[in-house]
């Protein structure tokens, strides 16, 4: 018997991952994400996924993040009825970015034909808030460690560390009767001694490793975030302004929280009112927070403590009436909005209202794909388009680093090196080319398996 993988997504890019296994009896799909950033990629989004709906007897999720999951509406509206296998945080995570996306696409299609900026007449969105939940319908939860059946395929999730609930893919692949090849799709990889995750678990036996390479060119800073963020805010908040920071709603925000807390706490960072205007990254803390008490993860995550992500100044604001109140709310505050690189949400209306005054100041706290607004801010942009008319951007501009849940290229070497023994082949996936390519370099010289970039579409056959 003979299986493929081919890569339908997250090939030459970081986001879209789409991993298809098949054999001529069976499929699994691993992951399920959009395409973002460049508006050639975004339009993948309306094409189909590469393969019938229906091909895939299921799907692994990895872990929520949009990039990994956000296409899996699409693709029930296209026709899958298939599950869709996660661990249990991840789900309850999928349930509200699910939704969340949702919303936006009609409200964006929405205000888009109300305003008449759309090239598209009418707007559409790209899946309705109905087939997200027809989308969660599907959703079948399996924990950590648990060895369980997908049709002829065997699967564990293993905990990548990367946000709550987040797993690599171990897969047993049927070739012969007494013999299955064994493969690790790597997800997002998480990073060592961090805050509100605990490490990657070691990579397990595999002849192939599919592996992420965000990062794959360059290392974290190790300057305290605590150090950069009273360095970059105190100025603004100071002389009044507001600091704009837009962040992923999982993960990210919380993370941010966290720092922000110890800060406050320690006596280094004054008691600012701190507003996060999402309600999914309000559920979403929420949901961090109980986890965190709870007895799901199997070992203590370092500098986390139960509350750690509620300072007593954070204010949350679920509706658009909430949100529509900070208008005319006057510096020093710290607004944090979704989403994370600009693309779309309230974010984009805070940003249309605080960017044009010098007083102000836009930090980015993530990765910015290229193609988006996050991007050509750190690229110099003096104007960025929003809702069809062109803003100013007099706010400065500054980044936080090291506050990345990825794997940087040090931690990924390290991390495929905790096996007992090398893979055969590594494939490198989910970065852009140079990325990909200073990975492959380095691990070239370190492990002796055979190092591929694979091409959007590209199936290699699995031996």
């Known amino acids: 018997m003979t299986a493929t993988l081919t890569f339908h997504g997250g090939a030459g890019t970081v ?6 296994l098949a054999t001529p009896d069976d499929a699994v799909l691993v992951d399920c994400g959009l395409f973002q950033g460049l508006e050639a990629l975004r339009l993948q989004n309306w094409q189909g996924p590469g393969f019938h709906p229906r091909t895939p007897r299921a799907i692994l999720l990895t872990h929520a993040h ?42 964006d299609a929405a205000f888009a034909n109300r305003k008449g900026f ?38 564990t999730f293993r905990n990548a560390g990367h946000i709550l609930g987040s797993a690599f893919v171990h897969l047993e692949v049927p070739l012969r009767p007494d013999n299955a090849h064994l493969i690790v799709i790597s997800g997002d990889l998480g990073r060592y001694h961090q805050p509100i995750h605990t490490d990657p678990v070691p990579l397990p036996p595999c002849d192939t490793l599919v592996l992420e390479t965000t990062y794959g060119d360059r290392t974290h800073p190790h300057e305290s975030i605590i150090a950069q963020l009273r360095q970059e805010l105190l100025p603004t908040l100071e002389r009044g302004g507001t600091v704009l920071i837009p962040a992923f709603a999982v993960a990210r925000a919380q993370l941010v929280t966290h720092h922000l807390r110890v800060a406050i706490e320690t006596g280094r960072f004054p008691e600012i009112p701190i507003h996060i205007d999402s309600p999914m990254a309000n559920d979403v803390t929420h949901l961090y927070d ?124 390290r991390w495929v090196e905790t096996a007992h023994q090398p893979p055969k082949r590594i494939f490198l996936v989910h970065g852009e080319p140079p990325a990909a390519e200073a990975l492959a370099a380095a691990l070239r010289t370190r492990v002796p398996s055979e190092i591929v970039i694979p091409a959007l579409g590209q199936s290699f056959p699995l031996e």
């Open 118 to 155: 759309s090239k598209h007449h009418p707007a559409l969105p790209l899946f309705t808030v109905g087939d997200a939940l027809r989308t969660i319908q599907y959703l079948r939860t399996r924990p950590y460690g648990e060895r369980f059946d997908v049709g002829t395929f065997r699967a």
């Open 15 to 20: 986001t879209g991952s789409r991993f298809l």
């Open 290 to 413: 109980r986890y965190l008490e709870s007895e799901y993860l199997d070992r203590a995550i370092p500098h986390t403590s139960p509350g750690a992500l509620f300072p007593r100044n954070v204010r949350f604001h679920r509706t658009i009436e909430d949100s529509k109140k900070l208008n005319n709310l006057p510096g020093p505050r710290i607004i944090i909005a979704a989403s994370g690189m600009l693309t779309g949400g309230r974010v984009l209306h805070h940003l249309q209202r605080l960017a044009p005054d010098p007083r102000n100041l836009i930090c980015l706290v993530g990765y910015q794909a290229a193609g988006t607004r996050g991007r050509a801010l750190i690229d110099g942009a003096t104007t960025l388009r929003v809702f069809g008319i062109d803003i100013d951007i007099r706010a400065r501009v500054t980044c936080i680093h090291g506050l990345s849940a990825h794997a940087d290229r040090d931690e990924l070497l």
């Open 66 to 107: 949009i990039d990994h999951s956000g296409y899996l509406p699409r693709l029930v509206r296209l026709g899958y009825r298939g599950p869709i296998y996660a661990t249990p945080a991840t789900a309850e995570l999928t349930r509200i970015l699910l939704l969340d996306a949702a919303q936006i696409q009609e409200e």
